[in-house]
Nanobody, 116 residues
Framework: QVQLVESGGGLVQAGGSLRLSCVASGTIFSINVMGWYRQAPGKQRELVAKVDNNDFRNYASSVKGRFTISRDSAKNTVYLQMNSLLPEDTAVYYC??????????WGQGTQVTVSS
Protein backbone atom coordinates (compact mmCIF):
# COMPACT_ATOMS: atom_id res chain seq x y z
CA GLN A 1 0.00 0.00 0.00
CA VAL A 2 1.24 3.47 -0.91
CA GLN A 3 0.08 6.83 0.38
CA LEU A 4 0.90 10.22 -1.08
CA VAL A 5 0.43 13.37 0.99
CA GLU A 6 0.68 16.76 -0.69
CA SER A 7 1.20 20.15 0.90
CA GLY A 8 2.01 23.70 -0.11
CA GLY A 9 -1.00 24.83 -2.10
CA GLY A 10 -2.75 28.12 -1.51
CA LEU A 11 -3.75 31.49 -2.88
CA VAL A 12 -1.17 33.69 -4.56
CA GLN A 13 -1.20 36.72 -6.82
CA ALA A 14 -0.16 36.48 -10.44
CA GLY A 15 3.62 36.61 -10.72
CA GLY A 16 4.06 34.99 -7.33
CA SER A 17 5.54 31.66 -6.33
CA LEU A 18 4.49 28.53 -4.50
CA ARG A 19 6.28 25.31 -3.64
CA LEU A 20 4.40 22.03 -3.50
CA SER A 21 5.68 18.98 -1.66
CA CYS A 22 4.56 15.37 -1.78
CA VAL A 23 5.73 12.62 0.55
CA ALA A 24 5.22 9.00 -0.39
CA SER A 25 5.00 6.26 2.22
CA GLY A 26 4.54 2.51 2.09
CA THR A 27 6.16 0.11 -0.36
CA ILE A 28 8.21 2.32 -2.64
CA PHE A 29 10.35 0.70 -5.32
CA SER A 30 13.70 2.20 -6.27
CA ILE A 31 12.65 2.45 -9.92
CA ASN A 32 9.73 4.81 -10.27
CA VAL A 33 8.43 8.03 -11.67
CA MET A 34 7.05 10.78 -9.46
CA GLY A 35 5.15 13.67 -10.87
CA TRP A 36 2.57 16.39 -10.63
CA TYR A 37 -0.68 16.65 -12.55
CA ARG A 38 -3.37 19.29 -12.37
CA GLN A 39 -7.05 19.57 -13.08
CA ALA A 40 -8.88 22.84 -13.58
CA PRO A 41 -12.69 23.06 -13.36
CA GLY A 42 -14.31 21.60 -16.45
CA LYS A 43 -11.01 20.34 -17.84
CA GLN A 44 -9.23 17.02 -17.97
CA ARG A 45 -6.37 16.18 -15.67
CA GLU A 46 -3.07 17.02 -17.35
CA LEU A 47 0.59 16.37 -16.73
CA VAL A 48 2.53 19.29 -15.27
CA ALA A 49 5.93 17.68 -14.69
CA LYS A 50 7.47 14.34 -13.81
CA VAL A 51 10.88 13.01 -12.79
CA ASP A 52 12.17 9.46 -12.75
CA ASN A 53 14.67 7.77 -10.45
CA ASN A 54 17.49 8.78 -12.86
CA ASP A 55 16.45 12.43 -12.47
CA PHE A 56 15.16 12.62 -16.03
CA ARG A 57 12.56 15.38 -16.07
CA ASN A 58 9.65 16.09 -18.35
CA TYR A 59 7.55 19.27 -18.36
CA ALA A 60 4.35 20.43 -19.99
CA SER A 61 5.14 23.15 -22.50
CA SER A 62 2.88 25.57 -20.63
CA VAL A 63 5.10 25.49 -17.52
CA LYS A 64 8.59 25.16 -19.00
CA GLY A 65 10.88 27.86 -17.69
CA ARG A 66 8.53 28.69 -14.82
CA PHE A 67 8.17 25.43 -12.86
CA THR A 68 10.91 23.14 -11.59
CA ILE A 69 10.38 19.59 -10.39
CA SER A 70 12.86 17.91 -8.08
CA ARG A 71 12.98 14.86 -5.87
CA ASP A 72 14.71 13.52 -2.79
CA SER A 73 14.61 9.78 -3.29
CA ALA A 74 16.00 9.10 0.17
CA LYS A 75 12.92 10.83 1.60
CA ASN A 76 10.50 9.59 -1.09
CA THR A 77 9.59 13.20 -1.65
CA VAL A 78 8.92 15.20 -4.80
CA TYR A 79 8.73 18.97 -5.02
CA LEU A 80 7.30 21.41 -7.52
CA GLN A 81 8.66 24.95 -7.41
CA MET A 82 6.24 27.20 -9.25
CA ASN A 83 7.38 30.69 -10.20
CA SER A 84 5.80 33.44 -12.31
CA LEU A 85 2.39 31.96 -11.64
CA LEU A 86 -0.46 32.84 -13.99
CA PRO A 87 -4.23 32.78 -13.39
CA GLU A 88 -4.43 29.86 -15.82
CA ASP A 89 -2.28 27.83 -13.44
CA THR A 90 -5.26 27.72 -11.07
CA ALA A 91 -6.18 24.08 -10.52
CA VAL A 92 -6.11 21.20 -8.09
CA TYR A 93 -2.62 19.75 -8.20
CA TYR A 94 -2.19 16.02 -7.71
CA CYS A 95 0.94 14.11 -6.83
CA UNK A 96 1.49 10.85 -8.71
CA UNK A 97 3.73 7.83 -8.21
CA UNK A 98 4.10 5.25 -10.97
CA UNK A 99 6.15 2.13 -10.26
CA UNK A 100 6.75 -1.43 -11.37
CA UNK A 101 5.43 -0.37 -14.78
CA UNK A 102 1.87 -0.84 -13.69
CA UNK A 103 1.06 0.63 -10.29
CA UNK A 104 -0.34 4.14 -10.31
CA UNK A 105 -0.92 6.06 -7.07
CA TRP A 106 -2.46 9.48 -6.49
CA GLY A 107 -2.53 11.99 -3.68
CA GLN A 108 -5.67 13.70 -2.51
CA GLY A 109 -4.85 16.94 -4.32
CA THR A 110 -4.00 20.45 -3.20
CA GLN A 111 -5.67 23.60 -4.46
CA VAL A 112 -3.59 26.29 -6.14
CA THR A 113 -5.39 29.54 -6.88
CA VAL A 114 -3.70 32.39 -8.73
CA SER A 115 -5.49 35.74 -8.64
CA SER A 116 -5.09 38.33 -11.37
Amino acid sequence: QVQLVESGGGLVQAGGSLRLSCVASGTIFSINVMGWYRQAPGKQRELVAKVDNNDFRNYASSVKGRFTISRDSAKNTVYLQMNSLLPEDTAVYYCNLFQDSKYDYWGQGTQVTVSS
